[in-house]
T-cell receptor
Framework: RKEVEQDPGPFNVPEGATVAFNCTYS??????FFWYRQDCRKEPKLLMS???SGNEDGRFTAQLNRASQYISLLIRDSKLSDSATYLC????????????FGAGTRLTVKP | EAQVTQNPRYLITVTGKKLTVTCSQN?????MSWYRQDPGLGLRQIYY???????DKGDVPEGYKVSRKEKRNFPLILESPSPNQTSLYFC???????????????FGNGTRLTVT
């Protein structure tokens, strides 16, 4: 079993739709959580951190459920520019040297 | 501009021919790391470095070497490349002591390696 699991998709949604991705992790000692965005053939970039109380950044909302060991990402009012692969990232340590990446969920937003 | 620079972007080589992929960052980051990305597997860590002259194995170090003689540079060396090292490689860096929430990884733009 992979340490970080994501539904690979693809998710194909119309502009303006709300879409949600889930990610589960197996190590209960994990300490920090992130969503990264990766455009086709490009490098991953941090989209948002995920805090215990949940957090929002514009149209994006991230939630953490430690008891069930999953994190989620909700995108409201999808834009064409949201089309990308979204990587779930889990860290077991305080420093960056033990980041675990999910394989990614691919999102395509269509006109 | 703050960035992580990898070279080359694309590389096609033959089995057994030694190669080096360079990585340089201009943000004075202590931490640097190499990942490979393969379809369906996500990014897997090859080696990382917490500071100059300090390197450690990640999850998939076999067949790779690294060095950290200067803070800004962290080259990845394949002494004898094999076809199973065909992959997309990313270098990343961050500050070390501020914790992962306060110091996100900055990635280079990737090197697509093909070994025939």
């Amino acid at each position: 079993r992979k340490e970080v699991e994501q539904d690979p998709g693809p998710f194909n949604v119309p502009e303006g739709a709300t879409v949600a991705f889930n990610c589960t992790y197996s190590n209960s000692a994990s300490q920090s959580f992130f969503w990264y965005r990766q455009d086709c053939r490009k490098e991953p970039k941090l989209l948002m951190s995920v805090y215990s109380s949940g957090n929002e950044d514009g149209r994006f909302t991230a939630q953490l459920n430690r008891a069930s060991q999953y994190i989620s990402l909700l995108i409201r009012d999808s834009k064409l520019s949201d089309s990308a692969t979204y990587l779930c990232v889990v860290n077991r340590l305080r420093t960056n040297n033990d980041m675990r990446f999910g394989a990614g969920t691919r999102l395509t937003v269509k006109p | 501009e703050a960035q992580v620079t990898q070279n080359p972007r694309y590389l096609i080589t033959v089995t057994g021919k030694k190669l080096t992929v360079t990585c340089s960052q201009n943000m004075n980051h202590e931490y640097m790391s190499w990942y490979r990305q393969d379809p369906g597997l996500g990014l897997r860590q090859i080696y990382y470095s917490m500071n100059v002259e300090v390197t450690d194995k990640g999850d998939v170090p076999e067949g790779y070497k690294v060095s950290r003689k200067e803070k800004r540079n962290f080259p990845l060396i394949l002494e004898s490349p094999s076809p199973n090292q065909t992959s997309l490689y990313f270098c990343a860096s961050s500050l070390r002591d501020r914790g992962s929430y306060n110091s996100p990884l900055h990635f280079g733009n990737g090197t697509r390696l093909t070994v025939t």
